[in-house]
């Protein structure tokens, strides 16, 4: 072949030596490599994928949510929690959503969006409130105490002071609504809170705090106008001149409604009465043709004020019928005045919409008051049997009883409630109420001991539990140990307060009995239970305060006291 033509013909590949063996392990060891961190991650991949995938399905919710569109927003965090059941938005989403719709699952999911790392002060706040509103203070307790540990916000100490409020410790709650006030001064919620605790007190200066407090919210523009007007216009102490001040601002108010027209015409009642059926009769024939609604509250408003009269003439009972409240309220105006045949008659009719456990707790409270004992007794064993199974049924037919001073019926109602779990406490209290009315301490006492177990951390149910104790003079030092722990906690609860002195008064330590009630705040014995001046009057006995104890006895209704409570005054004879 020419020189030229090997020129011209392609190049030959340069042959090239096979791998060594060397060469060859590389290979496979990256290969191995490769495998391993495929196999291996393969997982974490696996799951940070459905995290992602989670989180957009919380993002849909959110959007949903605050679109307003419930279902379709518990749909997506449900599909969030199904993909990443300890995802962190699906969690706060979802304990959101339940929250706002009242659902009960709500506790759960904040329960566990509170174990997260991720959970914020304003996660932890809402989840507070919402125990204190469920009144699981226990809980609610610890989580409050974290919060309080932070340089604490106006909402935080709000929450402290409504908690507090729950508690039954009402200088507590008034001293966070301060602070709550003190670092906002500005902020509505935390003065209408603020005034709302005030209002309630039996001290003159701090219920007149409480009206200045309310006026200054009266004259904003604020969510609190209208609910500051109408908490004055409830307000005892009103003079005249701020009861028209009172009036002139609930006709500012727009658009007009109801409540605000029934207050403003108890206002004109107390200012003028003898205009009352003048102005009965402007208040009918303005608010009688609305809504049902208004028809229900204005005919209970007239049942408050003793007009059964107009309640009758108001709707007929074809219209009343339609409607169970209205209904209700019809009944209530002819057992104002004493109709119980009628009322029987119309118990009777075919056409009723009530349970029929309901209509026997009418029938049983109609025969009660015919004095038709034998009646009453068949219609509320009726009654209780037919809302069993039933647990919210049965708290009716417990309620009702109660109410209708059946005291038999109210303890078998409550028996048979005690045996839903969820329910349990909520009997209990009723057993131990319905005990009380009976004198029954051992009653008392079961059921007390129930309610303890059912909450440990509860101070109400350890107090109320070493209160019978003693009172029964049973394990005196455990019981005492526990009330004066209560005492030191809660040093402005009076009945812990109680319990401690009874304490000592069984431990014969009568100097330290007396101590318990040695506040800085006079004690306002007026409003004081019976049981509780009786321990007092016992304590001063024991101090040989003889005519300080007279006339405490002589303000106790003897007859609401058990046995147990008057063996405490048996030394009074001698101080006679």
Not at 71 to 80: G, L, M
Not at 357 to 383: C, G, I, K, M, P
Not at 412 to 428: D, G, M, N, S, V
Request: hydrophobic share 45%.
């Amino acid at each position: 072949m020419s020189e030229k033509a090997s020129s011209a013909s392609p190049l030959r590949q340069e042959r090239r030596p096979p791998p060594s063996s060397r060469s060859r392990g590389i290979v496979w060891s990256l290969i191995l490599v490769a495998v391993l961190i495929v196999a291996f991650g393969a997982k974490p991949v696996y799951h940070w994928l459905k995290a992602r995938r989670a989180e957009q399905f919380a993002a849909a919710g959110d959007a949903f949510a605050q679109a307003g569109k419930w279902d379709d927003a518990a749909q997506e965090y449900r599909a969030a929690l199904q993909l990443d059941p300890l995802g962190y938005r699906g969690l706060e989403g979802g304990a959101r959503l339940a929250t706002l719709l009242g659902h009960p699952e709500a506790v759960d999911l904040w329960e566990q969006v509170y174990k997260l790392p991720q959970c914020t002060t304003a996660d932890r706040q809402e989840y507070g409130e919402l125990l204190v509103k469920l009144d699981r203070l226990n809980v609610a307790q610890r989580i409050i105490e974290r919060l309080l540990k932070s340089d604490p916000d106006t909402r935080t100490l709000d929450l402290a002071s409504r908690y507090s409020h729950k508690m039954g410790d009402s200088a507590k709650a008034i001293e966070f609504a301060r602070l709550a006030v003190k670092r906002s001064p500005k902020d509505d919620t935390a003065r209408f809170q603020l005034a709302d605790l005030l209002a309630q007190m039996t001290d003159l200066a701090q219920r007149a705090e409480a009206r200045k407090l309310l006026w200054e919210l009266a004259g904003t523009d604020g969510i609190y106008k209208r609910p500051a007007i109408e908490a004055l216009a409830r307000a005892p102490e009103l003079s005249g001149d701020e009861r028209n001040r009172v009036l002139e601002a609930l006709d500012t108010l727009s658009p007009p409604n109801i409540t605000d027209a029934l207050l403003a015409s108890d206002l004109r009642i107390q200012l003028h009465p003898e205009d009352a059926d003048r102005i009965y009769d402007e208040t009918i024939a303005r608010w009688s043709r609305g809504e049902i609604a208004d028809s229900i509250q204005l005919a209970r408003w007239l049942n408050v004020h003793q007009q059964p009269e107009r309640v009758l003439a108001l709707f007929s009972v074809e219209r009343a019928l339609k409607n169970n409240k209205l209904f209700l309220t019809r009944l209530d105006a002819l057992g104002i005045l004493q109709r119980w045949n009628e009322i029987d008659q119309l118990l009777t009719r075919s056409d009723l919409s009530f349970d029929p456990s309901v209509v026997e707790s009418f029938r049983a409270r109609t025969a009660q008051e015919r004095n038709a004992t034998l009646d009453a007794e068949l219609h509320w064993s009726h009654a209780v049997a037919l809302a069993a199974g039933d647990p919210f049924k049965l708290r009716f037919v417990a309620n009702f009883a109660e109410h209708s001073h059946a005291t038999a019926a109210a303890l078998k109602a409550f028996e048979q409630l005690a045996r839903f779990p969820e329910h349990a406490a909520f009997a209990y209290r009723g057993i131990q109420r319905q005990s009380q009315q009976t004198g029954e301490v051992s009653a008392q006492l079961a059921a007390a001991e129930k309610i303890s177990a059912l909450a440990p951390d509860d101070p109400d149910a350890a107090a109320q539990l070493a209160y019978l104790n003693l009172l029964l003079e049973t394990d005196v030092e455990a019981n005492l140990a526990t009330a004066k722990k209560l005492a030191e906690k809660y040093p402005n609860r009076l009945s812990f307060r109680v319990t401690a002195a009874l304490g000592y008064l069984r431990h014969h330590a009568a100097g330290s009995a007396l101590a318990q009630f040695e506040a800085p705040a006079p004690i306002d014995w007026k409003r004081a239970q019976p049981a509780w001046r009786a321990v007092y009057a016992a304590v001063l006995l024991a101090n040989d305060r003889n005519d300080e104890a007279r006339e405490m006895i002589a303000t106790i209704p003897l007859d609401r006291l058990n046995p147990e409570q008057r063996a405490l005054l048996e030394p009074s004879q001698e101080a006679r």
